[in-house]
């Protein structure tokens, strides 16, 4: 299994450009629009727009960013997005904590600097990025001036690996195996005997850290595709490795939050559809309950449950009563063209959604987005458009006979 950050060393470790100006690899950007996310030039899925990943590459030639996927075994993979769909994500002190003290694993102490003097800005985490700022550079300084001064060496070095045991007895796994690590590599840069040791146990401890960062990448991939259910596993493995991990933390609360609606959504939805024309409100239900939780097993069997119903008043075909009913201009031929269209090109990526979930201003707009990802021609796009226009009057005016 790589981590992200052997895979930034492998891909480029010098600094790149995307739309939002100098980034540079193991930041994070998030999308700016949604896109499709391509491993070897094949779809991987497609991401909503404000998705975040840890930049791994920049292809100026190509125009595109690698940035790094998380499979559910664990392991990461480097998937392509367009250079153009992506800017910096807001800094966050938590995530520039982590990632300073795996620059001073790594031996790469600017960047080291750099973060942890970045995470000092973050008053949630000032006091803390602090503690491990003065202990890093302290060491740092002491490890150049170690022949002329050994004893302070000796002095920080220890301190070093003190605070690596007291992260510990806080719970920041993620922060202590990376410092207590860097402080190995420093003692091996001195070198002689009589240096201080680890206090910490890194064999258990480094694969904590290592489930909880897994968790964190996972919550985050699911969370933005609204796989609630899967967010909350990844969320309970992560938090037993690392209780106070702060990212799982904060995105418990929302998800055990949006569950609670999405059971809330079924338990409507299983009650309308036995009321007299009730099977109308409860496929809105159904479709809001999966919007907040796609992966929701109650809401999956019922809407295939009510899969006849579903498709009436998302996709229905183009019969005579269908065009009776929608009363437009458009050739039957035209209609069925869009109809195939829709109902092929655009499930491709997701289930189609009841055509009266948004105007036609808003059909306009997702259209245009889908097509852009799908490769739809001007004329296929319209074709598109005209069937749902002609869906929308035919559902609506079948309906209320």
């Known amino acids: 299994m790589l981590r992200p950050a052997l895979l930034v060393s492998i ?73 153009d769909a992506v800017e910096a994500s807001p800094a966050d002190g938590w995530t520039d904590l982590v990632r300073g003290v795996e620059a001073f694993r790594d031996q790469r102490y600017d960047e080291a600097k750099r973060l942890l003097a970045r995470a000092a800005q973050d008053p949630q985490r000032k006091a803390l990025a602090v503690a491990v ?67 910490i146990d890194r064999a258990t401890l480094g694969k904590n850290a290592a489930t909880a960062a897994r968790a964190v990448a996972r919550v985050r991939q699911a969370v933005a595709l609204h796989k609630l259910v899967e967010a909350s596993k990844e969320i309970e493995e992560g938090l037993q490795a690392e209780p106070t991990r702060s990212e799982l933390k904060a995105y418990e609360s929302k998800v055990k939050k949006d569950l609670d609606e999405a059971k809330s959504r079924f338990e409507q939805a299983d009650k309308m559809r036995h009321f007299p024309k009730g099977e109308v409100h409860a496929l809105t239900a159904i479709e809001h309950g999966l919007k907040l939780a796609s992966d929701y ?85 319209q074709r598109i458009l005209d069937y749902i226009a002609a869906a929308q009057i035919s559902v609506e005016a079948l309906a209320s006979k």
């Not at 391509?38 to 990943?53: I, V």
């Not at 006849?308 to 209609?335: D, G, I, N, Q």
């Not at 289930?351 to 306009?364: F, H, I, M, N, V």
């Open 11 to 83: 891909l480029l470790p010098a600094i790149c450009a995307t739309a939002a100006g100098p980034l540079a690899p193991g930041d994070s950007v998030r999308l700016t629009r949604g896109e499709t996310l391509l491993f070897k030039n094949e779809r991987l899925l497609d991401a909503p727009k404000g998705q975040d990943f840890p930049l791994l590459q920049h292809d100026a030639i190509k125009r595109v960013v690698y940035v790094a996927f998380t499979k559910r075994d664990g392991s990461v993979i480097a998937a392509t997005l367009p250079n």
């Open 133 to 199: 700022a003065a202990r890093v550079n302290g060491a740092l300084v002491a490890a150049g001036n170690a022949r002329a001064g050994r004893a302070t060496f000796v002095i920080t070095l220890q301190g070093l690996r003190d605070t690596a045991e007291g992260l510990v007895k806080l719970g920041h796994v993620s922060l202590a195996v990376p410092l207590d690590e860097g402080a190995d590599k420093l003692a091996a840069a001195v070198g002689g005997e009589g240096l201080p040791v680890t206090k």
């Open 297 to 381: 097993p109650q809401l999956i069997a019922l809407k295939s449950e009510m899969s006849s119903a579903f498709l009436e008043r998302t996709s229905p075909p183009v019969t005579p009563e269908f065009l009776a009913a929608a009363k437009v201009s458009t050739s039957r031929a035209a209609l069925e063209e869009g109809h195939k269209l829709y109902t092929t090109r655009c499930t491709e990526c997701h289930d189609l959604e009841l055509l009266d979930s948004r105007g036609a201003s808003g059909w306009q707009r997702t259209v245009a987005g889908m097509s852009r990802r799908a490769n739809l021609s001007d004329a296929e796009q």
